[in-house]
Nanobody, 126 residues
Protein backbone atom coordinates (compact mmCIF):
# COMPACT_ATOMS: atom_id res chain seq x y z
CA UNK A 1 0.00 0.00 0.00
CA UNK A 2 1.31 3.42 -0.95
CA UNK A 3 -0.13 6.47 0.79
CA UNK A 4 -0.18 9.97 -0.64
CA UNK A 5 -0.91 12.90 1.67
CA UNK A 6 -1.93 16.24 0.22
CA UNK A 7 -3.83 19.41 0.99
CA UNK A 8 -1.36 21.25 3.19
CA UNK A 9 -0.66 24.93 2.78
CA UNK A 10 -0.29 28.26 4.52
CA UNK A 11 -3.27 29.83 6.23
CA UNK A 12 -3.92 32.47 8.84
CA UNK A 13 -5.12 31.58 12.30
CA UNK A 14 -8.81 30.78 12.24
CA UNK A 15 -8.64 29.40 8.73
CA UNK A 16 -9.36 25.91 7.45
CA UNK A 17 -7.64 23.21 5.43
CA UNK A 18 -8.64 19.74 4.36
CA UNK A 19 -5.95 17.13 4.16
CA UNK A 20 -6.36 14.07 1.98
CA UNK A 21 -4.69 10.68 2.32
CA UNK A 22 -5.13 8.49 -0.73
CA UNK A 23 -4.05 4.87 -0.90
CA UNK A 24 -2.93 3.01 -3.98
CA UNK A 25 -1.67 -0.48 -4.59
CA UNK A 26 -4.35 -2.13 -2.49
CA UNK A 27 -7.66 -1.16 -0.94
CA UNK A 28 -7.38 0.00 2.62
CA UNK A 29 -11.05 -0.07 3.51
CA UNK A 30 -10.19 -2.69 6.14
CA UNK A 31 -7.32 -0.71 7.66
CA UNK A 32 -7.29 1.73 10.51
CA UNK A 33 -5.81 5.07 9.50
CA UNK A 34 -4.26 7.80 11.58
CA UNK A 35 -2.99 11.34 11.12
CA UNK A 36 0.12 12.49 12.95
CA UNK A 37 2.00 15.75 12.85
CA UNK A 38 5.57 16.74 13.51
CA UNK A 39 6.79 20.22 14.27
CA UNK A 40 10.48 21.13 13.86
CA UNK A 41 12.53 19.66 16.67
CA UNK A 42 9.62 17.71 18.09
CA UNK A 43 8.51 14.11 17.96
CA UNK A 44 5.71 12.94 15.74
CA UNK A 45 2.46 13.24 17.67
CA UNK A 46 -0.96 11.71 17.25
CA UNK A 47 -3.69 13.95 15.86
CA UNK A 48 -6.64 11.76 14.82
CA UNK A 49 -7.52 8.23 13.79
CA UNK A 50 -10.40 6.34 12.25
CA UNK A 51 -11.02 2.63 12.49
CA UNK A 52 -12.32 0.40 9.73
CA UNK A 53 -15.80 -1.13 9.89
CA UNK A 54 -17.59 0.97 12.51
CA UNK A 55 -15.40 3.98 11.58
CA UNK A 56 -14.92 5.04 15.16
CA UNK A 57 -12.94 8.27 15.42
CA UNK A 58 -10.37 9.47 17.92
CA UNK A 59 -8.73 12.85 18.46
CA UNK A 60 -6.03 14.32 20.58
CA UNK A 61 -7.47 16.79 23.08
CA UNK A 62 -5.98 19.86 21.45
CA UNK A 63 -7.88 19.35 18.18
CA UNK A 64 -11.14 17.83 19.37
CA UNK A 65 -14.05 19.96 18.21
CA UNK A 66 -11.94 21.66 15.53
CA UNK A 67 -10.71 18.73 13.40
CA UNK A 68 -12.77 15.96 11.84
CA UNK A 69 -11.48 12.73 10.32
CA UNK A 70 -13.56 10.77 7.83
CA UNK A 71 -13.07 8.17 5.12
CA UNK A 72 -14.47 7.37 1.69
CA UNK A 73 -13.67 3.74 1.07
CA UNK A 74 -14.94 3.87 -2.50
CA UNK A 75 -12.19 6.40 -3.19
CA UNK A 76 -9.56 4.74 -0.98
CA UNK A 77 -9.27 8.08 0.80
CA UNK A 78 -9.22 9.43 4.34
CA UNK A 79 -9.76 13.12 5.03
CA UNK A 80 -8.77 15.41 7.87
CA UNK A 81 -10.88 18.56 7.95
CA UNK A 82 -9.12 21.17 10.04
CA UNK A 83 -11.05 24.25 11.15
CA UNK A 84 -10.22 27.14 13.46
CA UNK A 85 -6.55 26.52 12.89
CA UNK A 86 -4.02 27.83 15.38
CA UNK A 87 -0.30 28.53 14.97
CA UNK A 88 0.44 25.54 17.19
CA UNK A 89 -1.21 23.30 14.60
CA UNK A 90 1.69 23.98 12.24
CA UNK A 91 3.87 21.08 11.19
CA UNK A 92 4.24 18.31 8.69
CA UNK A 93 1.17 16.10 8.71
CA UNK A 94 1.55 12.42 7.96
CA UNK A 95 -1.07 9.77 7.36
CA UNK A 96 -0.41 6.21 8.35
CA UNK A 97 -2.27 2.94 7.98
CA UNK A 98 -2.07 -0.41 9.67
CA UNK A 99 -2.32 -3.77 7.96
CA UNK A 100 -5.85 -4.96 7.09
CA UNK A 101 -8.07 -5.76 10.05
CA UNK A 102 -5.69 -4.03 12.40
CA UNK A 103 -7.14 -1.47 14.76
CA UNK A 104 -5.99 1.99 15.74
CA UNK A 105 -6.55 3.92 18.94
CA UNK A 106 -5.17 7.18 20.33
CA UNK A 107 -2.38 5.19 21.97
CA UNK A 108 -1.27 3.42 18.78
CA UNK A 109 2.24 4.76 18.33
CA UNK A 110 3.87 5.71 15.04
CA UNK A 111 6.02 2.58 15.10
CA UNK A 112 2.88 0.45 15.09
CA UNK A 113 1.71 1.80 11.76
CA UNK A 114 2.77 -0.22 8.75
CA UNK A 115 2.42 2.30 5.94
CA UNK A 116 3.15 6.03 5.78
CA UNK A 117 2.59 8.83 3.33
CA UNK A 118 5.28 11.39 2.59
CA UNK A 119 3.79 14.21 4.65
CA UNK A 120 2.21 17.52 3.79
CA UNK A 121 3.23 20.83 5.36
CA UNK A 122 0.73 22.97 7.24
CA UNK A 123 1.73 26.47 8.27
CA UNK A 124 -0.61 28.59 10.35
CA UNK A 125 0.36 32.21 10.88
CA UNK A 126 -0.92 34.42 13.66
Amino acid sequence: VQLQASGGGSVQAGGSLRLTCTASGAPFSSSGVGWFRQAPGKVREFVAAITWGDEATYYTDSVRGRFSISRDNAKNTVYLQMNSLKPEDSGVYYCGAVTPFGTVTPTTGPDEYDYWGQGTLVTVSS
